[in-house]
Antibody, heavy 126, light 107 residues
Framework: EVQLLESGGGLVQPGGSLRLSCAAS????????MSWVRQAPGKGLEWVSA????????YYADSVRGRFTISRDDSKTTLYLQMNSLRAEDTALYYC???????????????????WGQGTLVTVSS | DIQMTQSPSSLSASVGDRVTVTCRAS??????LAWYQQKPGKVPKLLIY???TLQSGVPSRFSGSGSGTDFTLTISSLQPEDVATYYC?????????FGQGTKVEIK
């Protein structure tokens, strides 16, 4: 059974930093791309960042580029999100997601979230 | 960046009704579109990817269609357990933007 367990959320002051972790189990972590998606209280979903499984290439939303860094440790089957220079608008529930691998027309993709963790809450407030 | 606009923002329908949710991209995205369902207080769930491919385990009353800029999620016969907010997401290029969501309720 695929399991994704986020941790590291909490209350932080504006300008502060946090590192989120996502412990994965139930699948071969090194074979899957992973991502972070967030949801502000009472709001919709916002894609934040993703990391490939092959070349560890990374992708970011414009709202977090330059402030957040996604990384992975395949030996620990863990995904990370280092968040710096936090702002009030970063307040949200942060979900770790596994990216589905599928192939179409001879090309394979890993961009769709097929498994989600329960999320960890980040609150940025003074 | 490409914007994703869903309509309507909310709808109310009766059990057994056919329900349609629309997602429009501000530029063409081929078929790089997914649909998710988020029930109240729950984690989002993948329903459809590649615009029309049903994720394993998803009931067949859900279907997706479209290509380019206009996409549709259809529930052929609305059930009480389908009460949820539905999101589209484009993923042709990053950022992999979500639509704002469509809340589906039972009348």
């Amino acid at each position: 059974e695929v399991q994704l367990l986020e941790s590291g959320g909490g209350l932080v002051q504006p300008g502060g930093s946090l590192r989120l972790s996502c412990a994965a189990s139930g699948f071969t972590f090194s074979n899957f791309a992973m991502s972070w998606v967030r949801q502000a209280p009472g709001k919709g979903l916002e894609w934040v960042s993703a990391v490939n499984y092959s070349d560890a290439g990374t992708y970011y939303a414009d709202s977090v580029r330059g402030r957040f860094t996604i990384s992975r440790d395949d030996s620990k089957t863990t995904l990370y999100l280092q968040m710096n220079s936090l702002r009030a608008e970063d307040t949200a529930l942060y979900y770790c997601t596994r990216l589905l691998k599928y192939c179409s027309g001879g090309t394979c993709y890993s961009r769709v979230s097929d498994y989600w963790g329960q999320g960890t809450l980040v609150t940025v407030s003074s | 960046d490409i914007q994703m606009t869903q309509s309507p923002s909310s709808l109310s329908a009766s059990v057994g009704d056919r329900v349609t949710v629309t997602c429009r991209a501000s530029q063409g995205i081929s078929n790089y579109l997914a649909w998710y369902q988020q029930k109240p207080g729950k984690v989002p769930k993948l329903l459809i990817y590649a615009a029309s491919t049903l994720q394993s385990g998803v009931p067949s009353r859900f279907s997706g269609s479209g290509s380019g800029t206009d996409f549709t999620l259809t529930i052929s016969s609305l059930q009480p357990e389908d009460v949820a907010t539905y999101y589209c997401q484009k993923y042709n290029t990053d950022p992999w933007t979500f639509g704002q969501g469509t809340k589906v309720e039972i009348k």
